[in-house]
């Protein structure tokens, strides 16, 4: 809900449209990354209990 007032907000503001896109960018690889590190802790720690993960 936050984000939706300060959008509101800033559209009575012209901004810097690349600012912005970068902002967006950059939220965005680190959601991907964090994502990748999330997997790749999670194989980690299946592989290390030695769960098995096949049918």
Not at 22 to 40: D, G, M, N
């Amino acid at each position: 809900m936050f984000f939706a007032v300060k959008w509101h907000y800033d559209q009575g503001k012209k901004g810097d449209r690349k600012a912005l896109l970068r902002s967006i960018a950059k939220r965005a690889a680190l959601l991907i990354l964090a994502a990748v590190v999330v997997a790749l802790i999670t194989f980690g720690l299946v592989r290390w209990f030695g769960l098995d993960m096949s049918y």
